[in-house]
């Protein structure tokens, strides 16, 4: 059972070290790129939620996981991690530093939509940022032990350091 953990532990660490890297990555380059209304909002709340422990938001991620019936899944640990504050502020101060609107401005002259213009001139430049989130992300996932405690109940789906506990 042992490597089992181990595996559910590395599994859920990779995915939501993946999907909040690159969420992080997306909204990073949106606030710092980009004009919209409430930009501004937006990046506090972000912020706020930057100062928010993660243990107080269990109890609210337990009912909502409830209600749609995804307690004791894998996507019980794996949906809440996606979400990544902390690698969405790191992102938005990179992005302002590694890519100059003049690039941008390039690839939209030369006809490249916006999506072409992140996929192919931004995300190159920001590999080393979104390394860096991934990693964050990554062990943070990998050390979670309160949420797959409360969320999960069957120990073929437990991380390691829920399993070794029990």
């Given at each position: 059972?042992?490597?089992?953990?181990?595996?559910?532990?590395?599994y859920y660490a990779l995915v939501s070290g993946l999907g909040s890297a690159v969420?992080?990555?997306?909204?990073?380059?949106?606030?710092?790129?980009?004009?919209?209304?409430?930009?501004?909002?937006?990046?506090?709340?972000?912020?706020?939620?930057?100062?928010?422990?993660?243990?107080?938001?269990?109890?609210?991620?337990?009912?909502?996981?409830?209600?749609?019936?995804?307690?004791?899944?894998?996507?019980?640990?794996?949906?809440?991690?996606?979400?990544?504050?902390?690698?969405?502020?790191?992102?938005?101060?990179?992005?302002?530093?590694?890519?100059?609107?003049?690039?941008?401005?390039?690839?939209?002259?030369?006809?490249?939509?916006?999506?072409?213009?992140?996929?192919?001139?931004?995300?190159?430049?920001?590999?080393?940022?979104?390394?860096?989130?991934?990693?964050?992300?990554?062990?943070?996932?990998?050390?979670?032990?309160?949420?797959?405690?409360?969320?999960?109940?069957s120990s073929e789906h437990f991380p390691v350091t829920v399993g070794l506990a029990?």
């Amino acid at each position: 059972i042992f490597s089992q953990w181990l595996w559910n532990t590395f599994y859920y660490a990779l995915v939501s070290g993946l999907g909040s890297a690159v969420f992080a990555t997306l909204a990073g380059y949106a606030f710092a790129k980009y004009d919209f209304i409430g930009k501004n909002f937006l990046f506090a709340l972000v912020l706020g939620a930057v100062m928010i422990p993660q243990t107080a938001l269990v109890i609210p991620l337990f009912l909502l996981l409830s209600k749609f019936g995804l307690l004791n899944t894998p996507w019980a640990v794996i949906l809440p991690s996606l979400v990544f504050p902390p690698g969405v502020f790191l992102m938005r101060a990179y992005v302002d530093e590694a890519i100059s609107n003049e690039i941008i401005d390039a690839g939209r002259v030369d006809g490249a939509g916006e999506l072409h213009i992140f996929a192919s001139l931004a995300f190159r430049l920001l590999m080393p940022g979104f390394t860096t989130v991934f990693i964050l992300a990554f062990v943070a996932s990998w050390n979670n032990y309160f949420l797959p405690l409360v969320v999960l109940n069957s120990s073929e789906h437990f991380p390691v350091t829920v399993g070794l506990a029990q």
